[in-house]
């Protein structure tokens, strides 16, 4: 994928809300069909966090958060939740999310979302 200005700004938003060590483990594949695919999903997914307007980051996190919570993508959940530190996400506002989640998108996602959020605190509350 040739190198845009728009791959450049969700390369670097990627990065400021995931954090080097994630991004680089992702990207550090040579085959360029991988490679291919990481611009891909780079631009698509981070170049919506980069469009400005009315959402902060905040907001797109807490919106990625409910939306991973309710399709059940809860590697991805796990991921974004990860990054509360760098969005400026709470977790008081994580839990709440998941009550809206329940109410809305269904009981079962959200206690699916729950688990994973409990051993994601408990990880990183060891450490």
């Known amino acids: 994928m040739e190198e845009t200005e728009q791959l450049r ?16 483990s992702q ?19 981070w170049g919506v966090w ?6 902060s980051p905040r907001d797109r996190s807490l919106l990625v958060l409910a939306m991973t919570a309710a399709l059940g993508r809860l590697e991805e959940f796990k991921l974004h939740a ?4 760098r ?6 506002e994580i839990d709440e999310l998941l009550f809206q989640v329940a109410a ?3 009981a079962p996602a959200a206690i699916s979302a729950r688990r994973v959020l409990k051993a994601y605190r408990a990880e990183r509350d060891k450490g």
């Open 27 to 45: 990207t550090a594949e040579t085959d360029p069909v991988a490679q291919q695919f990481q611009d891909h999903i780079t631009t698509q997914a």
């Open 50 to 55: 980069t469009r400005g307007g009315p959402l």
């Open 9 to 24: 700004a969700a390369r670097a938003m990627r990065r400021a809300m995931l954090g080097d060590e994630y991004v680089d």
């Open 87 to 92: 969005t400026g996400v709470t977790d008081e």
């Open 104 to 106: 809305y998108c269904g």
């Open 82 to 85: 990860s990054a509360m530190p």
